[in-house]
């Protein structure tokens, strides 16, 4: 696909041009229709279009599109701040500020954390995402391609392995990684924050322990250290939850919310601890676009269709058939190179493992290329890029699921052992 007057240094994944799209159906230029299982890298958990947010914008655009809140606040914004307190599922009231997206809620969040704390270190992960800009990508957990040839980042930033069933590190390792770490790399009375997805997204969909979320929690306590909980990609019902950290029961002091709060207009928020976020001298925190009006009214709408009962129907419904799908590939043996699932509810990543005559990341790019042919988009992540993570909307017609993961099926047969 021709991408004249674009950075190459932006990598495209499906060279297709989109044209319209439908919940978990989309079209492009020439009219193929596709289904979608990357929904914006999980920003559309309600799908394209969804009618009670296109209604929501339509209306705000004709009132009003824009004001910088730091100078004149607006209606929309106070609303969205309101929503999220009853919305996020923590035992203390929030308080908020809106960004524009993640990786600038990220950033927003080590300055709390800076503040608050008068320390500088910052503890993260293996395998962990947070953002392109130049302190979230110091938080990353991978070099390539995010950190190189970038020289010094800013931190320090110290790396823990992520304890998780799906990585095979159990949470007495990583918790020995973390002795070892304030024993020998840095003092506790000097780290900042910890911060962690409680699922990892780019990471290849794996559940955090909840037995190391547990400690973790006790640890930053004990030391003065404030818990930052990503959930970029997880919230919003992602897991069948509204927020991953329900299935770790802890509760984060700070916590970073994006991709789908808006359903695709730019929109994220830093939340947390009102001691936390209200600690920084006024005019610390803001931004000439964050919480832009019509932005604001689509995330109200996103709040208002998402209530607990549909996210745990649709999250059941998704994990029901994944799982189901899953399991049939496997039992059939005709495919040696998928390997286990990961997740958890209806976020669900697929392993593909290496076999005699490829890598798993080999097999998984031959994969998203046939299934684009047979009509189905794909998105990969992990570090070596061999888990297939499914991301179709919450909202799909079990029919429309069923038929992708027909399509998947169909391009699998492609794959050579």
Sequence with gaps: MDLPHVSAALGVLHPICIARGRNAEVWDEAGQRYIDFIGGIGVLNLGHCHPAVVQAVQSQVGRLMHTAFNAVPHRGYLKVVEALNRFVPVSYPLSCMLTNSGAEATENALKVARGVTGRQA?????????GRTLAALNLNGKVKPYKSGLGALPGPVYHLPF???????TAEQALAALERLFEVEI????????VVEPIQGEGGFRLLSPEFARAMRDICRRHGILLIFDEIQSGFGRSGKRFGFSHLDVEPDLLLIGKSIASGLPLAALAGRASLMDALPKGALGGTYSGNAVACAAALAVMDVMQEETLAAWGQQLETLIVKAHQA???????????AMTGVGAMRGIVFEDTPNAT????????????REAGVLLMPSGRKRNVLRLLPPLTTEPEILQEGLNLIEQALETLKA
């Design 187 to 194: 003092p506790a009375e000097e780290v900042a924050c910890m």
């Design 360 to 371: 798993g990341a080999e097999h998984l790019a031959a994969l998203l290329a046939a299934g």
């Design 329 to 339: 590939w496997r039992d059939s043996g005709r495919f040696p190179m998928l390997g």
């Design 163 to 169: 304890p998780s069933r799906d990585s095979g590190v």
């Design 122 to 130: 910052v503890i993260a992960f293996d395998d962990a995402f947070h």
